[in-house]
């Protein structure tokens, strides 16, 4: 007598396996791209950085401006009107600056935005400056 797997065990099994690669599939795609987060957090570095250099370049006054820097060209660039330059922007990221001098001489915002990725992130110069999920 030969030894095999009955048609309802091999169904059975394959209904468990579907169910679990289901689920696999479900949460990576939930999951933001590492890539993305740090691409992003890079970008929201370097506008603080550029912030930081026009504050000092102008006697230590924020921008008053206030707005979103989006690459709207396409080129890899954000037009930025608020630092009159360009900022270097990775994979579509969008950033925006708000000046938040009434808390102190040099207090801004920057908030941080990928359309693939699930979470804004926000930079608070008055605090720590460090990035944080919004």
Do not use: W
């Not at 890539?35 to 930081?52: E, F, H, P, Y």
């Not at 941080?112 to 804004?120: A, D, Y």
Request: aromatic share 6%.
């Amino acid at each position: 007598m030969k030894k095999a797997f009955t048609l309802i065990e091999m169904l059975f099994t394959l209904t468990i396996l579907s169910i679990v690669i289901g689920y696999a599939i479900s949460n990576i795609k939930n999951q933001d791209s590492a890539k993305d987060i740090i691409r992003l957090k890079a970008d929201m570095k370097n506008l603080k950085n550029k912030i930081d250099f026009i504050y000092l370049k102008n006697n230590k006054i924020l921008p008053n401006t206030e707005g979103l820097l989006i690459d709207t060209n396409n080129d890899g660039y954000a037009e930025n009107l608020i630092l009159n330059e360009k900022i270097e922007v990775n994979n579509n990221n969008q950033l925006s600056y708000e000046n938040n001098s009434v808390l102190g001489p040099k207090c801004f915002i920057i908030k941080g935005l990928n359309p693939g990725l699930s979470n804004k992130y926000i930079l608070d110069s008055c605090n720590d400056s460090e990035i944080h999920k919004q």
